[in-house]
């Protein structure tokens, strides 16, 4: 993250589950409380992984960290482009419990 994140980190990166994958759907920087973003960023931490998890050729922002995609996490936005993305996603909190693919909503 930067600024007063500059320790902790400054976005969560979306992806959905779709055939067998994982696709980009964008990335969610607000709606986090201090505490909850401390918690978040530790448990993450403990997920960290060199590899990014959408395919080859997945165009993201650049990233100074993945982790295993293995928590879900509830996020309002204001539209979906044509392509997908999420336009303004807003971090609503991790869900408790994974969905399968076919719970997954956009």
């Known amino acids: 993250g930067t600024g ?4 902790m980190m ?3 990166v979306l992806g959905k589950p779709e055939n067998g994958s ?3 759907v964008g990335c969610a920087g607000s709606g986090f409380q201090l505490k ?3 918690d978040l960023y530790e448990e993450l931490k403990e997920i960290r992984t060199e590899q990014s998890p959408f395919p080859p050729g997945t165009k993201v922002p650049n990233l100074m960290s993945w982790v295993r995609p293995i928590l879900a996490v509830e996020v309002k936005y204001y539209d979906i482009t044509k392509t997908g993305q999420l336009i303004w996603p807003i971090f609503q909190g991790v ?3 994974l969905p399968n693919d076919e719970e997954f909503e956009i």
């Not at 007063?4 to 320790?7: F, L, S, T, V, Y």
């Open 4 to 7: 007063w994140r500059e320790d």
């Open 36 to 38: 909850q973003l401390q």
């Open 95 to 97: 869900m408790e419990d």
């Open 22 to 24: 994982l696709r980009w």
């Open 10 to 12: 400054g976005a969560v």
